[in-house]
DNA sequence: ATTTTATTTCCATTTATATGGAATTGTCAA
DNA sequence: TTGACAATTCCATATAAATGGAAATAAAAT
């Protein structure tokens, strides 16, 4: 992923009611959740949060599929690991060698 | 690290020109790099980027430190470490399951 | 056909971000 | 103690983001 589309994704989550739309769809898992479900946990108007999703969506961090009158929105998980993965290839060194220590955290401790 | 300042630093980092600090940064590793010097790597006026330096430090994402009348930047490793840690933590879903493939891939494979 | 439900788009307003020239501060060297 | 250098802060301006009520769209139920 280049610069300019990884920042534009970390600005989306950049913002604490949409770092709390992914925390929830992170939750949700891969069959998503629906607006209306978004909306009754963040508790905000349904303008609002249209807009934020709307965001999200423009940069692919999210995808929406309609089924009847329920509009269902999934993470694109793929595209979360492609920015995290950016993130931590731009946290080696030039040498190669990673200044992070996350990577040596045991997965699930951290869940 | 609470959604707050997460979403606050996520937020930092989502600018291109802030995220190439960033970037060149992590490069510059433990000893930083002077502001004169990364103002001639981005090739901008001195006062955009002493903006975009005073907004990562406001999040503790660096930290400057003197020396004589140079002012060396400093990447503070252990938050964005945080940050990332943080994000990996929201990635897992309510059992505990990590939804990303990220920590599979070896660590040394990616730099 | 009409109402209800789910969600978006339209619109206006407020607030925050980004940008960079000019003036300023801090430090060293002659 | 003046001059140059490194970087910031001041200031003004332009642009973008955030918010939410009201109107519009889409789909289903009555």
């Known amino acids: 992923m280049e610069l300019e589309l990884a920042a534009a994704r970390l600005a989306e989550l950049g913002h604490s009611t949409r ?3 992914f925390r929830i769809l992170v939750k949700a898992g891969g069959q998503g959740l ?3 479900d978004i909306q009754q946990q ?4 349904g ?3 249209s807009h934020h999703l709307a965001r999200m969506i423009k940069v692919d961090l ?3 599929q309609r089924d009847g009158r ?5 993470l694109q998980f793929e595209v979360v690991e492609s920015l995290l993965g950016y993130l931590y290839a731009e946290c080696c060194t030039a040498d190669g060698q ?4 996350v990577n040596k955290i045991d997965s699930a401790a951290r869940c």
Chains 1, 2 share one sequence.
């Open 47 to 49: 303008s609002t949060l």
């Open 98 to 101: 990673p200044l992070l220590a």
């Open 62 to 64: 999210l995808q929406q």
């Open 19 to 21: 770092l709390a739309i």
């Open 34 to 36: 629906s607006v209306g």
């Open 70 to 74: 329920t509009l269902y929105c999934q």
């Open 42 to 45: 963040l508790d905000i108007p």
